[in-house]
């Protein structure tokens, strides 16, 4: 058996990068006062055909979406902010506290072709600062997503922003760039021929050539922009500067989802793929009225995981943990006085492996030089008989005998010098 297209096993040996990369987030964005949330991977279909907008790539063909036994219309979540702010809305964190922010890490699915950077199960990391309309707070959090990425040490970023200005401008530019596309529509790539009807705005993001080629006298959204619109921007830019964040003003950048507003921005690596892009985010001021909620402006991103991986994985280096001591019982004569030593081992916190192959002394000492042990804790027959054990230390190949009474008071002695 497999397991499914597009899905991946994260194995033994991968996990302690995830680790590095939870631990990490966890440490600057605590220190930010960001708290963790874990949410439900299945939601109600509603949450994110009204909150992404139904006429997305992500509504309209990714959704992993079914029926289950009591016909209720189910989904995989395929993003993390709509959980959220459904979340924050049906717990009433607004009730608690005016500003809530939160970050998250987990699993989404996407019904997409599997490729490199982009799989049907994917992770996303993901903050979100909910009830502050300050452009400082854009700013905050692209400076958090840089932050993580730089701890991680990515140092070869491009962070684009741009303005999508609210519904109503957004809904006004895009009778014009109909317009002006409909005059075109035959040279368009299929896809963005689709979109004229239904999304012309992702027409924008376009990756095809000829495309490319017509937008470049299209209107722009900019020209739609109200002064409140600008203010913010400018105001976001400003601060950017400030903190000497290097970013691009991509006026093309629209991201997939319908609810943001005002700013939206990416971070890509310089990779020339149409996966590049690490981190995608920005405002989203209506989402949770929208959704049943109080009006709460609010601004995050989602960091790919997997993506971040294969950007950073040969940068850093973990040391592995490893087993320091091998309790080895050859020919597997168990006795009881083996958890004794096993609750020493825990109480001076010493790694350890208990050989119960039940292979002979020889083959399970080989065992332990392969895997780096720097101690043999041998328990056999002679040891039980007379109540001691023998210590071999690997490296040296000193062997000594303890008895029993005396073993915390050897491992007291030597904890330090068997950990470094
Ligand atoms: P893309 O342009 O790759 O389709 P997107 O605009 O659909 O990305 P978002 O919805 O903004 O992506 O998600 C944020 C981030 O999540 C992306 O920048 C990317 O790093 C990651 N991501 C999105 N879809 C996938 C996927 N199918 N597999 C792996 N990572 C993904
Ligand atoms: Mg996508």
Known sequence: MQALRGTKDILPHEIMIWQHIYDTAKEILTLHNYSEIRTPIIENNELFERSIGNYTDIV?????????QNNRYLTLRPEGTASVARAFISNKLYLENKVNKLWYLGPMFRYERPQKGRQRQFHQL?????????????????????????RLRLTEYILEINSIGNTKERSQYTIKLKDYLNIYKHD????????LDTNPLRILDSKNQKTKEI????PKLKQFLDKKSIKHFNEVCKHLSYLNIKYTINEQLVR?????????????TNEKSNQNTLCGGGRYDQLINQLGGPSTPSVGWA??????LLAVKDQIKLKTIRN??????PGNKIHLKVWDIIKILEEYKINFEVDLSGSNLNKQIKKAYISKAKICLIIGENELKDEYITIKWLETKIQQKIKFHQLRKYFKYIKKEIKT
């Open 60 to 68: 309209n063909k990714e959704m992993y979406s079914f029926r289950d």
């Open 303 to 308: 960091i790919g995981v997997e993506r971040l």
């Open 126 to 150: 993901g903050i979100e600062y909910i009830g502050c309309e300050q452009p400082i707070s854009d700013v905050e959090v692209i400076r958090l997503a840089i932050k993580i990425l730089k």
């Open 215 to 218: 937008l470049i006298n299209a």
């Open 188 to 195: 368009l790539d299929v896809d963005s021929q689709n979109r």
């Open 324 to 329: 320091i001591i091998h309790i080895l019982i």
């Open 256 to 268: 997939g989802l319908d609810y943001y507003n005002y700013t939206a921005f990416e971070l890509k």
